[in-house]
Protein backbone atom coordinates (compact mmCIF):
# COMPACT_ATOMS: atom_id res chain seq x y z
CA UNK A 1 0.00 0.00 0.00
CA UNK A 2 1.83 3.28 -1.06
CA UNK A 3 1.65 6.32 1.62
CA UNK A 4 -0.98 8.35 -0.25
CA UNK A 5 -3.97 5.26 -0.62
CA UNK A 6 -2.98 4.58 3.41
CA UNK A 7 -3.57 8.22 4.33
CA UNK A 8 -6.76 8.66 1.91
CA UNK A 9 -8.04 5.51 3.50
CA UNK A 10 -7.13 6.83 7.11
CA UNK A 11 -8.68 10.59 5.93
CA UNK A 12 -12.16 8.19 4.82
CA UNK A 13 -11.83 6.26 8.28
CA UNK A 14 -11.84 9.51 10.55
CA UNK A 15 -14.97 10.65 8.52
CA UNK A 16 -17.16 8.02 9.14
CA UNK A 17 -20.33 8.16 10.60
CA UNK A 18 -21.41 5.37 12.71
CA UNK A 19 -24.52 6.59 13.75
CA UNK A 20 -26.17 7.94 10.68
CA UNK A 21 -27.60 5.12 8.26
CA UNK A 22 -30.09 4.22 5.77
CA UNK A 23 -32.54 1.12 5.55
CA UNK A 24 -33.93 0.12 2.75
CA UNK A 25 -37.20 -1.21 2.92
CA UNK A 26 -37.70 -4.20 -0.18
CA UNK A 27 -35.59 -1.75 -2.43
CA UNK A 28 -35.07 -5.01 -4.90
CA UNK A 29 -34.13 -2.54 -8.51
CA UNK A 30 -30.19 -2.81 -8.71
CA UNK A 31 -29.28 0.34 -10.28
CA UNK A 32 -31.45 1.90 -6.91
CA UNK A 33 -29.45 -0.67 -4.28
CA UNK A 34 -26.19 0.50 -5.87
CA UNK A 35 -26.74 4.38 -5.99
CA UNK A 36 -27.93 4.05 -2.65
CA UNK A 37 -25.02 2.44 -1.61
CA UNK A 38 -22.69 4.72 -3.28
CA UNK A 39 -24.60 8.08 -1.84
CA UNK A 40 -23.90 6.28 1.27
CA UNK A 41 -20.09 5.99 0.87
CA UNK A 42 -19.94 9.48 -0.43
CA UNK A 43 -21.61 10.96 2.75
CA UNK A 44 -19.42 9.01 5.25
CA UNK A 45 -22.25 6.37 6.39
CA UNK A 46 -20.36 3.31 7.48
CA UNK A 47 -23.42 0.94 7.56
CA UNK A 48 -26.19 0.40 5.43
CA UNK A 49 -28.96 -2.05 6.13
CA UNK A 50 -31.63 -3.64 3.75
CA UNK A 51 -34.92 -5.64 4.14
CA UNK A 52 -35.46 -8.27 1.78
CA UNK A 53 -39.34 -9.26 1.06
CA UNK A 54 -39.82 -11.32 -1.69
CA UNK A 55 -36.22 -12.30 -3.24
CA UNK A 56 -33.09 -12.34 -1.88
CA UNK A 57 -30.64 -10.26 -3.33
CA UNK A 58 -26.94 -9.07 -2.94
CA UNK A 59 -26.18 -4.70 -4.12
CA UNK A 60 -23.83 -5.76 -6.74
CA UNK A 61 -22.23 -3.92 -9.98
CA UNK A 62 -23.31 -1.21 -11.62
CA UNK A 63 -22.81 2.01 -9.74
CA UNK A 64 -21.88 0.16 -6.31
CA UNK A 65 -18.70 -1.13 -8.01
CA UNK A 66 -15.76 0.30 -5.69
CA UNK A 67 -18.20 2.30 -2.97
CA UNK A 68 -19.74 -1.10 -1.85
CA UNK A 69 -15.59 -2.41 -0.80
CA UNK A 70 -15.83 0.62 1.61
CA UNK A 71 -19.50 -0.03 3.39
CA UNK A 72 -20.91 -2.60 5.06
CA UNK A 73 -24.12 -3.91 4.44
CA UNK A 74 -26.40 -5.63 6.98
CA UNK A 75 -29.57 -8.06 5.45
CA UNK A 76 -32.59 -8.11 7.57
CA UNK A 77 -35.19 -11.08 7.25
CA UNK A 78 -38.25 -8.48 8.43
CA UNK A 79 -39.27 -4.95 9.23
CA UNK A 80 -39.53 -4.94 12.97
CA UNK A 81 -36.41 -7.00 13.05
CA UNK A 82 -34.58 -4.17 11.69
CA UNK A 83 -36.26 -1.53 13.32
CA UNK A 84 -35.74 -2.78 16.74
CA UNK A 85 -32.19 -3.31 16.14
CA UNK A 86 -31.25 0.30 15.20
CA UNK A 87 -33.64 1.76 18.13
CA UNK A 88 -31.34 -0.67 20.40
CA UNK A 89 -28.21 1.80 18.61
CA UNK A 90 -30.37 4.66 19.64
CA UNK A 91 -31.43 5.95 16.73
CA UNK A 92 -34.49 8.07 15.55
CA UNK A 93 -35.93 6.43 12.70
CA UNK A 94 -37.34 8.64 10.36
CA UNK A 95 -39.22 6.75 7.29
CA UNK A 96 -39.68 8.68 3.92
CA UNK A 97 -43.63 9.06 3.16
CA UNK A 98 -46.63 11.45 2.03
CA UNK A 99 -48.95 11.55 4.76
CA UNK A 100 -50.41 14.34 7.16
CA UNK A 101 -48.62 13.77 10.13
CA UNK A 102 -44.83 14.04 7.66
CA UNK A 103 -42.64 16.73 8.04
CA UNK A 104 -40.49 18.29 6.13
CA UNK A 105 -36.97 16.64 5.86
CA UNK A 106 -34.78 19.86 6.62
CA UNK A 107 -36.39 20.28 9.70
CA UNK A 108 -35.27 16.75 11.54
CA UNK A 109 -32.10 16.85 13.67
CA UNK A 110 -29.63 15.12 11.72
CA UNK A 111 -26.74 15.57 14.32
CA UNK A 112 -29.01 13.01 16.91
CA UNK A 113 -27.86 9.27 15.56
CA UNK A 114 -30.49 8.82 12.75
CA UNK A 115 -31.58 6.27 10.86
CA UNK A 116 -33.61 6.46 7.16
CA UNK A 117 -36.18 4.14 6.38
CA UNK A 118 -36.38 3.68 2.34
CA UNK A 119 -39.48 2.16 1.11
CA UNK A 120 -40.00 -0.07 -1.88
CA UNK A 121 -39.95 1.72 -4.96
CA UNK A 122 -43.50 0.97 -6.32
CA UNK A 123 -45.38 0.86 -2.91
CA UNK A 124 -43.20 2.99 -0.53
CA UNK A 125 -42.50 2.24 3.07
CA UNK A 126 -44.90 -0.60 4.73
CA UNK A 127 -47.36 0.07 7.40
CA UNK A 128 -45.11 -1.64 9.99
CA UNK A 129 -42.60 0.65 8.66
CA UNK A 130 -44.92 3.76 9.80
CA UNK A 131 -45.88 2.51 12.45
CA UNK A 132 -43.26 1.50 14.18
CA UNK A 133 -41.10 4.90 13.12
CA UNK A 134 -40.68 7.70 15.04
CA UNK A 135 -41.59 10.41 12.42
CA UNK A 136 -42.65 10.58 8.61
CA UNK A 137 -40.72 13.26 6.61
CA UNK A 138 -41.32 14.42 2.97
CA UNK A 139 -39.57 16.16 0.20
CA UNK A 140 -41.78 19.44 -0.96
CA UNK A 141 -42.05 19.16 -4.21
CA UNK A 142 -44.11 21.70 -6.52
CA UNK A 143 -44.30 20.14 -9.46
CA UNK A 144 -46.89 17.10 -11.01
CA UNK A 145 -45.36 14.18 -9.64
CA UNK A 146 -45.48 13.34 -5.68
CA UNK A 147 -42.14 10.99 -4.92
CA UNK A 148 -38.89 10.87 -6.10
CA UNK A 149 -36.89 7.70 -7.15
CA UNK A 150 -35.55 5.95 -4.14
CA UNK A 151 -32.16 6.52 -4.41
CA UNK A 152 -32.46 10.10 -5.01
CA UNK A 153 -34.46 10.82 -2.12
CA UNK A 154 -32.03 9.08 -0.53
CA UNK A 155 -29.63 11.35 -1.70
CA UNK A 156 -31.25 14.52 -1.44
CA UNK A 157 -31.91 13.71 2.43
CA UNK A 158 -28.65 12.14 3.54
CA UNK A 159 -27.02 15.43 1.96
CA UNK A 160 -28.93 17.55 4.82
CA UNK A 161 -27.88 15.28 7.13
CA UNK A 162 -24.07 15.99 6.17
CA UNK A 163 -24.66 19.91 6.16
CA UNK A 164 -26.22 19.83 9.30
CA UNK A 165 -23.26 17.55 10.55
CA UNK A 166 -20.83 19.44 9.10
CA UNK A 167 -21.94 22.54 10.51
CA UNK A 168 -22.11 20.99 13.67
CA UNK A 169 -17.79 19.87 13.29
CA UNK A 170 -19.13 15.99 13.29
CA UNK A 171 -16.95 15.45 10.37
CA UNK A 172 -13.94 17.31 12.27
CA UNK A 173 -13.05 14.48 14.97
CA UNK A 174 -12.13 10.89 14.27
CA UNK A 175 -14.79 8.73 13.77
CA UNK A 176 -15.75 6.08 16.96
CA UNK A 177 -14.86 3.12 14.91
CA UNK A 178 -13.23 0.61 16.92
CA UNK A 179 -9.39 -0.15 16.25
CA UNK A 180 -10.64 -3.68 14.63
CA UNK A 181 -13.24 -2.21 12.32
CA UNK A 182 -10.25 0.28 11.07
CA UNK A 183 -7.83 -2.09 11.04
CA UNK A 184 -10.13 -4.78 8.90
CA UNK A 185 -11.14 -1.71 6.41
CA UNK A 186 -7.25 -0.62 6.07
CA UNK A 187 -6.18 -4.19 5.17
CA UNK A 188 -9.12 -4.62 2.81
CA UNK A 189 -8.35 -1.78 0.66
CA UNK A 190 -4.77 -1.75 1.09
CA UNK A 191 -3.62 -4.98 0.59
CA UNK A 192 -7.22 -6.60 -1.61
CA UNK A 193 -4.73 -10.11 -2.75
CA UNK A 194 -4.08 -10.72 0.80
CA UNK A 195 -8.11 -10.16 2.33
CA UNK A 196 -8.99 -12.43 -0.54
CA UNK A 197 -6.47 -15.23 0.14
CA UNK A 198 -7.24 -14.71 3.81
CA UNK A 199 -11.02 -15.44 3.12
CA UNK A 200 -10.25 -18.37 0.91
CA UNK A 201 -8.01 -19.68 3.34
CA UNK A 202 -9.36 -18.76 6.85
CA UNK A 203 -6.35 -17.32 8.06
CA UNK A 204 -6.95 -14.19 10.40
CA UNK A 205 -6.22 -10.42 9.22
CA UNK A 206 -2.67 -9.36 10.30
CA UNK A 207 -2.62 -5.73 11.88
CA UNK A 208 -1.48 -3.24 9.96
CA UNK A 209 1.11 -0.61 10.99
CA UNK A 210 0.82 3.13 10.70
CA UNK A 211 2.66 3.28 7.32
CA UNK A 212 0.04 0.85 6.48
CA UNK A 213 2.41 -2.13 6.36
CA UNK A 214 1.34 -5.69 7.35
CA UNK A 215 2.71 -6.77 10.59
CA UNK A 216 2.73 -10.46 11.06
CA UNK A 217 4.68 -13.33 12.28
CA UNK A 218 6.80 -15.69 10.17
CA UNK A 219 3.65 -18.27 10.82
CA UNK A 220 1.32 -16.32 8.85
CA UNK A 221 3.37 -15.44 6.08
CA UNK A 222 4.32 -19.44 5.57
CA UNK A 223 0.41 -20.19 5.49
CA UNK A 224 0.20 -17.63 3.36
CA UNK A 225 2.22 -18.85 0.69
CA UNK A 226 0.82 -22.40 0.99
CA UNK A 227 -2.46 -23.85 0.33
CA UNK A 228 -5.35 -24.49 3.57
CA UNK A 229 -5.28 -27.81 3.39
CA UNK A 230 -1.16 -27.70 3.57
CA UNK A 231 -1.18 -25.98 6.51
CA UNK A 232 -3.76 -27.27 8.06
CA UNK A 233 -2.16 -30.80 7.68
CA UNK A 234 1.20 -28.86 9.31
CA UNK A 235 -0.37 -27.62 12.36
CA UNK A 236 -1.46 -31.27 12.97
Known amino acids: MTPERHQRI ?11 TVC ?6 PHNLAAVVRTC ?31 NVHSHESTKEAITRL ?3 GMQVLVTNLSDTAVDFREIDYTKPTAIILGQE ?12 DQDIVIPMVGMVQ ?4 SVACAVTLYEAQRQRKLAGM ?16 FEGGHPIFAKACKRKGLPYPEI ?6 VADDDWWVKMQMTKDAWQDLDQ
Do not use: C
Open 122 to 133: KFGASDEALALA
Open 171 to 186: YDSPSDLTQEQRNKVL
Open 209 to 214: DDDGQI
Open 87 to 89: KEQ
Open 41 to 71: DAIGVNDVHAIWKNEVMRVGGGTSVGSQNWV
Open 147 to 150: SLNV
Open 24 to 29: MEGVHK
Open 10 to 20: LDMLNKRQIDL
